[in-house]
């Protein structure tokens, strides 16, 4: 068996080369082409992630919880699982939560930078007396919260 | 067999793993020297009406007298020690009892709580400060979604590992930036005494966290504290099934210096013995020969390490149990074995040094404190913390056993916080105003 020394991260490439001259295999890894760099772990994590049944599951949780107005879940959903973005033809049942997950996130940051922005930039002049109420300074300063109870 | 990397040098190996483990340390103590030179500079000393269980026997009021303050810091710390050393035998006890559920999910709402209102309370007084025109609720849904998601990296097992580490600094800046708040006199004999009581309950045999520890080790189960735990430096890149062999590894060699010798590790421990493991003590090296057998043991114990708490959950608590959290998490103890979850400096299940939440949290606090004198004083405390540190990590290397990491640190801390204060500056200022140096 061949032994080598490198540091350890993410990206499976030489990961993958080694498996091949191991002939070794686990449930959750699926050899591919050795002619066509693909990876085999669907997380960032690379080896020290999940594999790829397990990630599934955890795709999918990640994906429906973010509804509950999560979006940085979403965010965290598509970093966790980067490598399913970026190699797009592989782990096609993930593929689509992670997919989800971004499209969600992005339209919900849209949103709610729009409506920040607006607010900040617009400020007195915009909202008249509402930015008063609104603004989170006077809302601390209102219910007392920086009182460090 | 044939190498076809280039060798690696003691560099690559140990230095790796301890720059794995600095790097966090440094990012907290950064933040909070950065937070604590904002904010005090912008407000008044607000910190006198700070009432916690530190400061319950005596309040201290800048117009006492030396021997009155040196009295009431006493006071306050050694009610401060008591009440962590019998919040620590509560947790060891709930151990024992195997209320390791309990445990967690009175994990999970404290770090919720630390996340959620601490977190929340320095945004805003952040926001106060500058005057950012934010609105309520999108603040609200931003906070939200922080804690939330704060939560469960950390509640759960398998996460993002940058994520879970990024959450264990923020819970650790946050709770070490309320800690600065006690009143300075207070605040130092705080960290003494807890340097002190650190080195007696991992040392001495009756000393709760030594029970915790060898608890866990004949249980074989993870305590549930916040631990961080650093990437491990892998160097056998031979594929997924040694992948997770080296990490059985160590805890099996690990029981050979330890006195609970299982059956089960015993046969693995002498087959493991044989194997020609590769330098670093504190890595998880095996050649790839050795993966044969060590597959029992993984086999063994694929069932164990999957369940239980995974090591992230300590009881971080409110006010008063604040601290003890943090001692269960914080003592580190130095122990190289595997299942360490409690602390301070030991050996993750894959190898890595992991590194208890309170020692993150005592060393910003000396270095935050110590930043609301100069900035001298925080550049002679990090380096005596780190110093320290590496000290620590070395004697782990030496003794192979529970080992508290607070003690060394903080005493090197304080020791130069005083020096550089008393004497220190005063030297630097005469050569800078006399244009000699600096």
Known sequence: MERAESEGGEGGERRRQRIYNNNSSTAGVILRNPNNPEPIWPTIDGSLGLSEDDSLSYARNFFKFGFLLLPWLWAVNCFFFWPVLRHYSSFPRIRKYVLGSAIGFVAFTVLLSSWALTFSIGGERLFGPIFDTLVMYNVADRFGLTGWS | ?438
């Open chain 2, 1 to 438: 067999m044939s190498q076809d990397q280039k060798p690696t040098s003691i560099l690559d190996s140990l230095g790796e793993e301890i720059i794995r483990i600095i790097t966090p340390v440094s990012i907290c103590m950064f933040i909070v020297v950065l937070l604590v030179t904002i904010l005090n500079s912008s407000s008044s000393d607000s910190s006198s009406n700070l009432t916690s269980i530190a400061t319950i026997a005596y309040n201290e009021n800048t117009s006492d007298s030396f021997w009155d303050k040196f009295e009431g810091a006493l006071l306050n710390s050694l009610v401060f020690v008591a009440v962590i050393t019998v919040v620590t035998f509560i947790l060891v006890f709930l151990f024992y009892i195997r209320c390791t559920k309990f445990l967690k999910y009175y994990m999970g709402l404290s770090s919720f709580i630390v996340l959620g209102f601490m977190g929340g309370e320095l945004a805003v007084i952040l926001i106060r400060d500058f005057s950012i025109p934010i609105d309520g609720i999108s603040f609200l849904v931003i906070l939200y979604n922080f804690t939330v998601v704060g939560v469960l990296a950390i509640f759960m097992s398998e996460m993002a590992i940058l994520i879970k580490q990024g959450y264990l600094v923020i819970i650790g800046v946050l709770v070490a930036f309320w800690f600065t708040l006690l009143p300075e006199w207070t605040t130092w004999a705080v960290l003494v005494a807890l340097a002190l009581y650190d080195l007696a309950a991992v040392l001495l045999p009756g000393g709760p966290l030594r029970l915790l520890v060898e608890l866990a080790m004949s249980r074989d189960e993870e305590i549930p504290a916040l631990v961080y735990e650093a990437r491990p430096v892998t160097y056998n890149d031979s594929g997924p099934v040694q992948r997770v062999v080296e990490r059985r590894s160590w805890r099996g060699r690990h029981d050979v210096g330890s006195n609970t010798a299982e059956s089960s590790n015993a046969n693995t421990n002498s087959s493991l013995e044989s194997e020609p493991s590769l330098d670093s003590t504190l890595g998880v090296l095996l050649s790839s020969e050795s993966c044969q057998s060590v597959t029992r043991l993984v086999m063994a114990e694929e069932g164990r390490s999957s369940e239980g708490p995974s090591e992230l959950l300590a009881p971080l608590v409110e006010h008063q149990l604040e601290r003890s959290n943090v001692q269960s998490n914080g003592p580190e103890e130095l122990v190289q074995s595997e299942r360490w979850p409690i602390d301070g400096i030991g050996l993750g299940s894959s190898g890595a040094i992991k590194l208890g939440l309170g020692d993150f949290i005592f060393y910003s606090v000396l270095v935050g404190r110590a930043a609301m004198y100069d900035l001298m004083t925080v550049y002679a405390c990090y380096l005596a913390i780190i110093a320290g540190l590496g000290i620590t990590l070395m004697l782990l290397a030496i003794y192979q056993k529970a080992l508290p990491a607070l003690p060394v640190s903080i005493l090197l801390g304080v020791l130069f916080y005083f020096m550089t204060r008393l004497s220190l500056e005063a030297f630097v200022v005469q050569c800078s105003v006399n244009l000699l140096m600096f």
